[in-house]
């Protein structure tokens, strides 16, 4: 995918909304029921390497992980 005539932080804020709303629709979506466990972890793992890759705050890893852990 291209994206011309955006600034390097403008193509990140982008990059950031959509993570943000893929996280959103995947937890919309989710059953009611709990995660299994290995779920929850790979999930995790893929939330922490959005914040190593700077999509995502430390604090927007800290709150998703609550939610999963239901904390």
């Known amino acids: 995918m291209a994206a011309n005539g955006f600034t390097k932080a403008e193509v990140k804020q982008i990059k950031e909304g959509i993570e943000k709303g893929k996280l959103e ?13 290995s779920s929850v ?15 995502i705050t430390t604090e927007e890893f800290e709150q998703q992980k609550r939610k999963m852990l239901g904390n």
């Open 25 to 37: 629709v995947k937890r919309d979506a989710a059953p009611t029921q709990a995660q299994p466990a």
């Open 41 to 55: 972890a790979d999930e995790l793992k893929k939330l922490k390497e959005l914040v190593e890759d700077g999509v």
